[in-house]
């Protein structure tokens, strides 16, 4: 199978080869032939790819440890679940499933534009085999997943050889977000490719209109999608596993992860400009110029080590095949964007500084400040070597002082933009739309205060979180109720029929509404609590109101591991409230020991009990215990992001039943005769 | 113009009060890289600095007491006597001979650390010649 598997590795490097020089040569020539039979190697590559990604995971269920990489990521006892993690646990396994996730996108591409945009795809599909092209080159001849297990032989040659079991998976990656997390930030990675794709062949093809932006949106919002799952179930990997108590440590793969999900808001957002008013076309061809570059950049750090983190497990050559690619990658950009730039003149300028075009603006420039500082700060260490000689490396203080200010601006941002009208705003609709909201935002803001909370940041954000959201609120209530006077459905189905009619404004409101929601979580970090001690069995300790007995401890074989539990008791007023199990893990395989951490989860606070080690002197468990207030916002809010980003990829109901009465626009007239812009559409509905 | 100039004026002021924000963190947590063997030709001011050192812990050498754990670090043929002082448990990867990073400052010949990050040793990759081998078999 391994044989099986490099072989297939292989051909597609051939057919991606192929549809590469066929597709420059089907552009020039544009025969037909041409153009399908590359289209068709380019769909052969991303078939190559299942089966090579396949084989490799039959490698792991049929306990193949005579495969190298088996070895190092598996053992018989590792249960089903993780062997398909396995899959990516080191670097040639990571590589192969970002080729296999590209695949997945270019494969989809492929198939569902194989008859339509017919000037555009033979670029697409060039720019698509060029990237595969790149991750090809590492899965075979630089990090082949496939390699067999060897000894120098007694003549010299290489003697394969097999191993009874293999060295099984590190402790730190058997937590089911492991399982989830890796493939949704690398879906989010490899997801940028396509609106890269598209923006690139559109300027070297010089395609008319705004087309692109309207055939990408889709595969842009998917990719932001699961950008944004990744890195929040990240966050909550390392708050669960990790055991230190937060979720954020600005990590330099955590940073990493951040930077496309930066610049790829600013582009969900700056297109808008864009569609509706002819602008910031350079700007945003060079917004997914950068995301994808990141992306790029992203993986290199990941994946090379280069900036040393706990994540980046491994040291390797393969940095430079990276900064190479970057390069690359760079140049064409550079190259295109200074052939075709007459092409992206922008049709209008702006009006007003209150308007929708300028909150899109700053709205742009402050995601793309967090993005410089958060890139100067990961890549400190290597730019003031390279500078000064000296290594120096910034941490967390550096990025919170910049990017705290920032996100409270956002937030604001998010409350004003979306109720500000094109062009320029007028003082009565001011009024109208912000009264309420600011009103509530204030009143929330001096009872928090009265409360005795005095953390400026937080009082500031906890105030804009409840502006946002009244103003969120808001728009739903003024739509629904328009729906309402004309159906008489509840408010309930007419808001759900507002969001269905206008999927894109309405899911985005959602999108928002989560964003609130984490902002909730984050600002509640302000107020972290910890305690550590010693602890005997019997004696307790207090942590804001909960007070921790320890009952006893004892230790259970399982069947990869030993456990040592602590049996933690929690009383609340002295009224027993429930048990923790904090434990730490034994591997025998490899003699590692991993963390469990007990978290008692409300929406008020997290109560959050790791077993820290054993006293080296009294041998007794020292128990370390946080009270993280408001945590799980953060998670339920990201289940809301995906949600709305979900709500906002569906197609638009038509309003013919309930509006029957209502002359309805044609809506195909309105821009430029294309794709339907469904936020034109019912735009001013009710304002 | 008029209106432009606004913008620009706006755009100003948001880089630049985010830039002195920038400044004032980078002052406060800027930490200089060196290796062992670097520390040892450090002098004057370069010794206040904060600073991170990378190395290989000895074997044997992680010594746990009351508020502090002592180890050594090697790298480069050098070593260095380290104490941790800091306040969180030491990650589950610092074992002997795991790679570890410190974060602190030099004092009277030990360095004192007050972060420490370990990155496990590359026990993952396969061992030449395998522990168990069950099948040998010609390429």
Redesign the interface.
């Known amino acids: 199978m391994d044989v099986f598997g490099s072989f297939a590795l292989l051909l597609a490097f051939i057919c991606a080869v192929y549809a590469f020089g066929g597709g420059i040569a089907a552009i020039l020539t544009r025969h037909p032939l041409l153009v399908k039979s590359t289209r068709q190697a380019g769909i052969a590559t991303c078939c190559l790819i299942f089966i090579a990604t396949f084989s490799l995971e039959y490698l792991f269920f049929s306990d193949n440890f005579?495969s190298?990489y088996v070895?190092?990521?598996s053992n018989r006892a590792l249960a089903t679940f993780y062997k398909i993690a396995a899959l990516w646990a080191?670097q040639e396994g990571s590589l192969l499933f970002w080729s296999f996730l590209l695949a997945i996108y270019v494969f989809s591409v492929l198939i569902a534009y194989r008859n339509k945009n017919g000037e555009l795809m033979p670029y697409v599909g060039v720019i698509l085999a060029g990237v595969q092209i790149f991750f090809l080159t590492l899965n075979n001849f630089v990090a082949s997943p496939f390699k067999?297990?060897?000894?120098?032989?007694a003549n010299g040659?290489?003697?394969?050889?097999?191993?009874?079991?293999g060295?099984g998976l590190?402790?730190?990656l058997q937590y089911p977000e492991m399982v989830i997390h890796p493939p949704n930030l690398y879906s989010g990675y490899t997801g940028f490719t396509i609106p890269f794709a598209f923006a690139l062949a559109a300027l070297l093809a010089r395609y008319p209109g705004e087309k692109w932006i309207h055939l990408t949106r889709k595969w842009t919002m998917i990719a932001w999608c699961f950008q944004t799952a990744g890195i929040l179930l990240g966050a909550h990997w390392a708050y669960a596993v990790?055991?230190?108590g937060g979720y954020w440590g600005w990590d330099p793969v955590e940073n990493a992860s951040l930077l496309p999900w930066l610049t790829g808001t600013a582009f969900l957002h700056s297109v808008m400009m864009q569609e509706k008013r002819g602008m910031m076309k350079v700007w945003n061809v060079w917004l997914v110029f950068s995301t994808f570059i990141l992306c790029i950049l992203g993986t290199f750090l990941t994946r090379s080590g280069v900036v040393?983190s706990?994540h980046?497990?491994a040291q390797s050559s393969i940095g430079s095949w990276f900064v190479g690619f970057l390069i690359v990658i760079f140049l064409v950009c550079l190259v295109a964007y200074l052939k075709n730039r007459d092409y992206l003149k922008s049709e209008n300028q702006?009006?007003?500084?209150v308007s929708r075009e300028?909150s899109f603006?700053?709205n742009n420039?402050?995601l793309l400040?967090s993005c410089v500082?958060v890139v100067s700060g990961t890549l400190f260490?290597v730019l003031s070597?390279a500078l000064s000689g000296?290594?120096?490396?910034?941490?967390?203080?550096?990025?919170?002082?910049?990017n705290i200010?920032?996100g409270l601006?956002l937030l604001f941002l998010t409350g004003v933009g979306p109720l500000l009208a094109w062009r320029k705003t007028s003082v009565e609709s001011l009024k109208r739309n912000f009264a309420w909201p600011l009103m509530v935002g204030l009143l929330a803001g001096v009872v928090i205060f009265a409360l005795g909370y005095r953390e400026v940041y937080s009082l500031i954000c906890f105030a804009l979180c409840f502006f946002v959201a009244a103003t969120i609120v808001m728009e739903f209530y003024r739509g629904a109720k328009v729906i309402r006077v004309r159906s008489g459905a509840s408010y309930l189905t007419s808001a759900i029929e507002l969001t269905m009619r206008n999927t894109r404004r309405y899911g985005g409101y959602i999108v928002h509404m989560g964003m609130v929601l984490i902002f909730i979580g984050l600002a509640g970090a302000a107020f972290n609590k910890n305690v550590?001690k010693e602890m005997q069995p019997g004696s307790s300790m207090q942590l804001g109101k909960y007070k921790l007995v320890l009952q006893s401890f004892d230790s259970k074989p399982e069947a990869n591991y030993t456990g040592l539990r602590l049996n933690v008791e929690v009383f609340v007023d002295n009224k027993p409230l429930m048990m923790l199990y904090p434990e730490?893990r034994i591997f025998e395989t490899?003699?590692?020991?991993?963390?469990m951490v007990a978290i008692y989860s409300t929406l008020r606070e997290d109560l959050y009990v790791?077993y820290?080690?054993q006293?080296?002197?009294t041998k007794l468990p020292?128990l370390?215990a946080y009270l993280n207030p408001l945590v799980k916002w953060i998670w339920f809010g990201g289940v809301i992001v995906v949600f709305g980003t979900l709500v906002a990829l569906l197609p638009n109901r038509r309003a013919v039943l309930v509006l029957s009465g209502v002359p309805q626009p044609a809506q195909e007239s309105l821009v430029h005769g294309m794709t339907p812009s469904p936020s034109v559409t019912y735009r001013e509905g009710h304002e | 113009m008029k209106k432009q100039a606004k913008f620009g004026i706006g755009i100003g002021v948001i880089v630049i009060s985010l830039g002195f924000l920038a400044w004032l963190g980078y002052g406060e947590s800027k930490t200089y890289y060196h290796t062992i063997a670097e520390l040892q030709t450090l002098q004057g001011n370069e010794l206040t600095h904060r600073m991170r050192v990378g190395g290989t812990v000895a074997p044997g050498s992680i010594r746990r007491f009351t508020g502090r754990v002592d180890f050594v670090l090697e790298g480069e043929g050098k070593s260095l006597p380290v104490s941790y002082v800091g306040a969180d448990p030491l990650p589950d990867t610092f074992v002997d001979k795991s790679q570890a990073l410190v974060e602190g400052r030099p004092t009277d010949g030990r360095f004192v650390a007050e972060v420490v990050q370990a990155k496990c040793a590359s026990k993952y990759e396969a061992a030449p010649g395998g522990t168990v081998a069950t099948s040998t078999a010609k390429p």
């Not at chain 1, 067999?148 to 032989?153: N, P, S, T, W, Y």
């Open positions: 005579a190298a070895v190092s990521h080191g067999a297990l060897g000894v120098a032989g040659a290489m003697d394969l050889v097999a191993r009874a079991d060295n590190t402790p730190l990790l055991g230190w040393s706990v980046a497990f702006l009006d007003a500084i300028s603006l700053f420039l402050i400040v500082a260490p070597e000296s290594k120096i490396n910034v941490g967390a203080p550096f990025f919170n002082k910049v200010p920032i601006f550590q730490r490899n003699g590692e020991t991993g963390t790791v820290a080690g006293s080296p002197e020292v370390h």
